[in-house]
């Protein structure tokens, strides 16, 4: 089974840029599309938060379309820059999300299930983890322990050395986080997006992943000071491959590439010459 997660679509209103640089509507087109040239087809997309930048209804609308375009279901949690209300209205169509209250929810696609978590803090940038979503976490990981497990937030819950980021991290409920994850082994992954670039680390035991922007990309900068800043770098996704129990994630760039390339060596190839050398000097 393939799960592709996309991150940080930050949509929005149509002739928009986000920042006044950043074209995040062309950049969500492009990753339509690479998630559409994929083959085998994912089973199902999620998207770890700041789907808009906003929260416009606007923009939630131009979202939607675009989803549309997608065969596959797509199961999404909010971001800091996204609302709680306009966000629930654009995907109650999906039939995952509750009607009232955090947007919390459980789906299972075959043998996985996957957990979305609203770390959302009204207004603010940072993230939380209310005692009704922990407790929602820990009751979906325990109706099905033998599931591999995806555990989505937006919000990372540990520090990534980016210092502007790690400002405005998830702070409200990282031990409980940790604490119920470390007694769940079938927890294969913790998502997450927020930082717009591809990290990884492990939290409470296991594999903790932050997506890269499909849009812009946070500025990689470790000095203490390091200005909130972003870069135009490849936007990416990541992709999921479970197999028997197993999750192998691979980085992805939405850009078409030149090839594919076939691994043809021809035979006044240096490489290859080199490589017969021992068994020439063995005859
Ligand atoms: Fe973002």
């Known amino acids: 089974m393939l ?3 996309i991150s940080d679509l930050h949509i929005r ?3 928009a840029l986000a920042y006044g640089v950043s074209a995040t509507n062309l950049f969500a087109e492009h ?3 690479a998630l559409l040239r994929l083959a085998p087809r994912p089973d199902c997309v999620l998207v770890s938060g700041d789907l808009t930048d906003c929260g416009l209804d606007e923009e939630y609308t131009l979202l939607q379309e675009l989803f549309a375009r997608l065969p596959m279901p797509v199961f999404a949690v909010p971001g800091n ?3 709680r209300e306009p966000f629930r209205r654009a995907f109650a169509g999906g039939g995952y999300l509750p009607a009232a209250g955090y947007l919390n929810f459980t789906v299972d696609r075959g043998p996985v299930r996957i957990v979305g978590l609203d770390s959302l803090v009204a207004g603010e940038s940072h993230g939380a983890l209310a005692p009704e979503t922990l407790d929602f ?3 979906s990981l325990a109706a099905r322990p033998e599931a591999p497990t995806l555990v989505m937030l937006h919000h990372p819950p540990f520090e990534t050395g980016i210092g502007h980021m790690d400002a405005v991290r998830l702070f409200d409920g990282v031990a409980e986080l940790g604490a119920i994850v470390a007694r769940h082994p079938q927890v294969a992954r913790i998502l997450c997006g927020h930082v717009h670039r591809s990290i990884q680390t492990v939290f409470g035991g296991r594999a903790c992943q ?3 922007s499909v849009a812009h990309q946070v500025a990689l900068d470790l000095q203490p000071d390091a200005p909130s800043c972003f870069v135009l770098e490849p936007p990416g996704f990541l992709l999921h491959a479970v197999t028997d129990g197993a999750v192998v994630t691979h ?4 850009d078409r590439a030149p090839g594919p390339f076939p691994f043809i060596l021809p035979a006044d190839y240096p490489g290859k010459a080199r490589r017969a050398e ?3 000097g063995a005859i």
Do not use: K, N, S, V
């Not at 980085?251 to 939405?254: E, K, L, N």
């Open 210 to 212: 932050i997506a890269p």
């Open 13 to 15: 209103p149509r002739g």
């Open 3 to 5: 799960i592709a997660q």
């Open 251 to 254: 980085a992805a760039t939405t």
């Open 81 to 83: 820059h996204d609302r």
């Open 278 to 280: 021992p068994d020439a």
């Open 31 to 33: 990753a339509i599309h």
């Open 137 to 139: 976490l820990a009751a």
